[in-house]
């Protein structure tokens, strides 16, 4: 049962351009959220979180985005920079169980 | 001030033997986590584990597989008799508590399990 879900497997945008890659979930117990960035050969590290009484949070060209009522976050970064290609996890939190997406793979070209 | 560490990074096994996987938390960190990534797949949780206690297995298979945090050294996953679906990365990560703040931790870099 995946209860999250990233439909977008891959996404590849223009250096400058804003990226926003999205992430859906089915459980409602979920009260915490957060996006974690992959590099090849490393492990993931986090990048941003949102709790679910917010609806939006923002760290410099990093926004996560939270709608309770259609299950939906994204996170959008402004401006792009080729440093920002990776793999990007959104994980969804119900207590100790944390349930990760299947990732998207960003490229953002120079 | 060195970050969760894993080894070894690749581990090659046939069908049929043992695989022992290790996770050193950070410093200071009693919680540790273990998470698979499947390919194609994200990451999926398997066990928590506190020192010298399973909190919650609910992710792991119910067979072959075991871990354990003790008192003194590394977390141990260990996957007995592995078959070629257990080729996997395998992710641990640690955190100072169970908070909500601390899930904004470290992972390792990962084992890289290939049976063959």
């Known amino acids: 049962d995946q209860q999250v879900k990233q439909n977008s497997p891959s996404l590849s945008v223009q250096e400058g351009r804003i990226s926003i890659l999205n992430c859906d979930y089915t459980?409602?117990?979920?009260?915490?959220f957060l996006w974690y960035k992959k590099y090849p050969a490393e492990g993931p590290t986090f990048l941003i979180s949102i709790s679910s009484i917010k609806d939006k949070n923002e760290d410099g060209r990093f926004t996560v985005f939270l709608n309770k009522s259609a299950k939906h976050l994204s996170l959008h970064i402004v401006p792009s920079q080729p440093g920002d290609s990776a793999v990007y996890f959104c994980?969804?939190?119900?207590?100790?169980?944390?349930?990760f997406g299947a990732g998207t793979r960003l490229t953002v070209k120079p | 001030n060195a970050g969760v560490m894993q080894n070894p990074r690749h581990l090659v096994r046939r069908r049929g033997q043992e695989a022992r996987l290790r996770c050193s938390p950070m410093?200071?960190?009693?919680?540790v986590y273990w998470y698979r990534q499947l390919p194609e797949e994200g990451l999926k949780f398997m066990v928590y584990l506190q020192k010298e206690n399973i909190i919650d297995e609910s992710g792991m298979p119910k067979e072959r597989f075991s871990a354990e945090f003790p008192k003194e050294g590394p977390s141990i996953l260990r996957i007995q008799q592995v078959v070629r679906g257990d080729s996997a990365a395998y992710f641990c990560a640690s955190s100072r508590t169970s908070g909500r703040a601390d899930y904004e931790q470290y992972f390792g870099p990962g084992t890289r399990l290939t049976v063959t």
């Open positions: 994980a969804a939190l119900n207590n100790n169980d944390m349930r």
């Open positions: 410093k200071g960190h009693s919680h």
């Open positions: 459980n409602s117990m979920f009260d915490y």
